[in-house]
T-cell receptor, first 112, second 114 residues
Framework: GENVEQHPSTLSVQEGDSAVIKCTYSDSASNYFPWYKQELGKGPQLIID?????GEKKDQRIAVTLNKTAKHFSLHITETQPEDSAVYFCAAKPGGYQKVTFGIGTKLQVIP | GAGVSQSPSNKVTEKGKDVELRCDPISGHTALYWYRQSLGQGLEFLIYFQGNSAPDKSGLPSDRFSAERTGGSVSTLTIQRTQQEDSAVYLC????????????FGPGTRLTVT
C-alpha cells in the first residue's frame, strides 16, 4: 500500500518568512496530493491540492510543487502570518474511489 | 451550506462500555470516511464507505470496532468493550460524487476512556 513520509515534524519561522514542508510517497499509482491545515480542536481543512498532470499550483500565499519522477511534493507558504500556525498534513491518493494516505503532520509555529 | 457534523463532540466513558459515534456527511456526498487521531499523531484510516459498494474495513484495529452507514447518509462508528488505548479524536470526512478526491472533515469526537 501507499506510504507517505512528511518532514519536518515541527517548524518554527519568524513572521514574514517562508515555510516549506516536504512529503514523499511510494505508490506510483497515486495521482492526487492534497494538503490539509488543522487548527487546535478542529478537523483538518483542505487548503490546496495538486494532481499529477501539473507540476505546480499557487493560491495566494501558498503553493504546492510535485515531482512525480522523484515521488515527492512540497508545500510552500510565503509571508507567513501568526494565523498560519497550525498542523499541516500532506496526503496521497490513487485515482477513483480509493482511500487517502496521510503523512504524520508538521506543526508550524509562526513567531510574531 | 452545512458541513460535516459529528456528535457528540466529547464523550467520556468507562473502560468496558460500548460507545456510538455519529457522523452526518454533507448532503449529496457519496463517500464517507472514518479516521482516528491519537494525541499529537497523524490520521489513522479506519473505514471507508462509497455508495452501495462494500465498505473498505481494512483500517479497523480490532473486531471491537464496527461502522455502518444507513441510507447512504448518516454513519455510526461503534466501539465495543472500550479500552484506554481507544482514547483519541475520531474524525469523519465525506467526499462529493465524481472523482471522490476532496475530503471535507467534521470537527471530530473526542473520546476519553477512563
Amino acid at each position: 500500500g501507499e506510504n507517505v513520509e512528511q518532514h519536518p515534524s515541527t517548524l518554527s519561522v519568524q513572521e514574514g518568512d517562508s515555510a516549506v514542508i516536504k512529503c514523499t510517497y511510494s505508490d506510483s499509482a497515486s495521482n492526487y496530493f492534497p494538503w490539509y491545515k488543522q487548527e487546535l480542536g478542529k478537523g483538518p481543512q483542505l487548503i490546496i491540492d495538486i494532481r499529477s498532470n501539473v507540476g505546480e499550483k499557487k493560491d495566494q500565499r501558498i503553493a504546492v510543487t510535485l515531482n512525480k519522477t522523484a515521488k515527492h511534493f512540497s508545500l510552500h507558504i510565503t509571508e507567513t502570518q501568526p494565523e498560519d500556525s497550525a498542523v499541516y498534513f500532506c496526503a496521497a491518493k490513487p485515482g477513483g474511489y480509493q482511500k487517502v494516505t496521510f503523512g504524520i503532520g508538521t506543526k508550524l509555529q509562526v513567531i510574531p | 451550506g452545512a458541513g460535516v457534523s459529528q456528535s457528540p463532540s466529547n464523550k467520556v466513558t468507562e473502560k468496558g462500555k460500548d460507545v456510538e459515534l455519529r457522523c452526518d456527511p454533507i448532503s449529496g456526498h457519496t463517500a464517507l470516511y472514518w479516521y482516528r487521531q491519537s494525541l499529537g499523531q497523524g490520521l489513522e484510516f479506519l473505514i471507508y464507505f462509497q455508495g452501495n459498494s462494500a465498505p473498505d474495513k481494512s483500517g479497523l484495529p480490532s473486531d471491537r470496532f464496527s461502522a455502518e452507514r444507513t441510507g447512504g447518509s448518516v454513519s455510526t462508528l461503534t466501539i465495543q468493550r472500550t479500552q484506554q488505548e481507544d482514547s483519541a479524536v475520531y474524525l469523519c470526512a465525506s467526499s462529493p460524487p465524481g472523482s471522490g478526491d476532496e475530503q471535507y472533515f467534521g470537527p471530530g469526537t473526542r473520546l476519553t476512556v477512563t
